[in-house]
């Protein structure tokens, strides 16, 4: 079983639509959950994170943890074709030293 | 805004040639990272890096990888020999210090070995 896993999708919405990207773990050591984007052939950038289990909101992104099933998401409200890009689920334990992505699922909104 | 920076953005090189990559990550930043990724792969993390010596390093960095803070601005990710295989991505991060979870990650150098 793979670290983190992610379906890499891609996923296409329309502009507007309410985008759910997810991605699930096997470590329980791990502790604090991001999500970056990446634009093409660019560095990751961080979007959302949360520590241990719970819900995040900002703006139009929400993040979420379940700890228990071992399994988060982000959600995207309101999707505007700017949003197109590769989302990464990252994860890592106290140390904060070894941070594990997952593969990255495309997302492509259509105006 | 401050950024991470890395140079070269493209290097191409043959088998079995050294190459360093360099990274100038954010001026009061404490912790360094180096990823790579592989095209159409995953960011693998490589290793990590504080008080000028090496906090934690995966499987992939084996005894061809080396790291070094040689000043007080640069940090660099050495490849003795390279192979065809460690054509990637390599993407360098750096963070502030401990309890604070952001890494801020460079553009990237895009390593080539032919």
């Known amino acids: 079983q793979k670290e983190v896993e992610q379906d890499p999708g891609p996923l296409s919405v329309p502009e507007g639509a309410i985008v759910s990207l997810n991605c699930t773990y096997s470590?329980?050591?791990?502790?604090?959950f991001m999500w970056y984007r990446q634009y093409s052939r660019k560095g990751p950038e961080l979007l959302m994170y949360?520590?241990?289990?719970g819900n995040k909101e900002d703006g139009r992104f929400t993040a979420q943890v379940d700890k228990s099933s071992k399994y988060i998401s982000l959600f995207i409200r309101d999707s505007q074709p700017s949003d197109s890009a590769t989302y990464l689920c990252?994860?890592?334990?106290?140390?904060?030293?070894?941070?594990?992505f997952g593969a990255g699922t495309r997302l492509t909104v259509k105006p | 805004e401050p950024e991470v920076t890395q140079t070269p953005s493209h290097q191409v090189t043959q088998m079995g040639q050294e190459v360093i990559l360099r990274c100038v990550p954010i001026?009061?930043?404490?912790?360094f990272y180096w990823y790579r990724q592989i095209l159409g792969q995953k960011v693998e993390f490589l290793v990590s890096?504080?008080?000028?010596?090496?906090?934690?390093k995966s499987e992939i960095f084996d005894d061809q990888f080396s790291v070094e803070r040689p000043d007080g601005s640069n940090f660099t990710l050495k490849i003795r020999s390279t192979k065809l295989e460690d054509s990637a991505m390599y993407f360098c991060?750096?963070?502030?210090?401990?309890?604070?979870?952001?890494?801020?990650f460079g553009p990237g150098t895009r390593l080539t070995v032919t």
């Open positions: 991060a750096s963070r502030t210090g401990q309890g604070s979870y952001e890494q801020y």
């Open positions: 470590n329980s050591a791990f502790q604090y």
């Open positions: 949360t520590y241990s289990s």
């Open positions: 990252a994860m890592e334990g106290y140390n904060n030293n070894d941070m594990r």
């Open positions: 001026s009061n930043h404490l912790y």
């Open positions: 890096f504080y008080n000028n010596e090496i906090s934690e």
